[in-house]
């Protein structure tokens, strides 16, 4: 992917803010959370944390929300915005909701840790003048941070927004990717990716059907995850070699990996 756009940076600094070209058909904002000076997108934040250096590992922070601004925005047009989190070193785990000027798309979502990333289709009743207020609202822990957004312009593909490259299902809902590796002796990483928001519900399962591990039951927002099973069921006991199944199901959509565990 190659970037066309004008930045604002000085040559000692690793932020920058800019409005231009991502790509192919993609049109972004950007926003390097955690710099001295609010970013000119920033309407509400207490002030600035350093856990890193980098622009992954600095961020906003306010005790109840962020509130971040973009104006320029096509009411025609499809729009995502992307989130970029970070949890300082012995974190439990920050808990968010959004909202897009008072739309919430998620309730007490879990922060994304960097390098990870999560996006959320901008809703287009949220932008009907051109404008949008994003905020990002403290559910659980003792603030709310923001280390990197950017707002993209998609161009969807058949199947509407919510399928666009950004997220890479090519018009799927969802997509179940083979766990690895696969046959296992130790842990598994298994690695889905959303196209809509909604419930999503990923277990494991035996081969008689009973479920012994449930890695995730919440609300999710379109992204790509991946997270690791250590062959350990819900009661926090390893399970015995043999075979099991990995079912996603996303908004009603189900799929299915089968896993091979060695004894």
Same mark, same amino acid.
């Given at each position: 992917m190659t970037l066309d756009c004008a930045e604002n940076a000085s040559d000692?600094?690793?932020?920058?803010?800019?409005?231009?070209?991502?790509g192919d058909g993609f049109q972004m904002a950007y926003v390097d959370a955690g710099t001295s000076s609010p970013s000119p997108y920033t309407r509400r934040r207490a002030g600035?944390?350093?856990?890193?250096?980098?622009?992954?590992?600095?961020?906003?922070?306010d005790p109840d929300?962020?509130?971040y601004h973009f104006e320029g925005l096509n009411p025609d047009s499809a729009y995502i915005l992307k989130l970029?989190?970070?949890e300082e070193p012995g974190s439990r785990g920050r808990r968010y !909701?959004? $909202?897009?000027? =008072?739309?919430?798309?998620l309730n007490k979502g879990k922060l994304p840790g960097s390098p990870a990333r999560t996006a959320y289709l901008v809703p287009k009743a949220a932008y009907r003048d051109g404008a949008v207020d994003v905020a990002f609202i403290r559910a659980k822990g003792p603030n709310v941070v923001v280390a990197e957004l950017w707002l993209m312009r998609v161009h969807p593909k058949k199947g509407g927004p919510q !399928?666009? $490259?950004?997220? =890479?299902?090519q018009g799927a809902k969802a997509q179940l990717y083979d766990p690895a590796p696969n046959p296992a002796s130790g842990a598994v990483d298994i690695q889905y990716a959303l196209a809509f928001p909604?419930?999503?519900?990923?277990?494991i399962y035996n081969m008689t059907g009973q479920r012994?591990?449930?890695?995730?039951?919440?609300?999710?927002?379109?992204?790509?995850?991946?997270?690791?099973?250590?062959?350990?069921?819900?009661?926090?006991?390893?399970?015995?070699?043999?075979?099991?199944?990995?079912?996603?199901?996303?908004?009603?959509?189900?799929?299915?990996?089968?896993?091979?565990?060695?004894?």
């Open positions: 000692t600094s690793y932020h920058a803010y800019y409005w231009g070209c991502f600035a944390l350093d856990w890193g250096g980098v622009p992954e590992k600095t961020v906003d922070f929300r962020l509130v970029g989190g970070y !909701s959004v $909202e897009f000027d =008072g739309i919430r798309v !399928s666009a $490259e950004v997220v =890479g299902l909604g419930q999503v519900s990923l277990a012994v591990r449930t890695l995730v039951d919440q609300e999710q927002s379109p992204g790509k995850y991946t997270l690791s099973w250590n062959r350990k069921d819900d009661s926090g006991n390893l399970v015995p070699g043999g075979v099991y199944f990995c079912r996603l199901n996303a908004g009603g959509v189900v799929f299915t990996k089968r896993i091979t565990l060695l004894r």
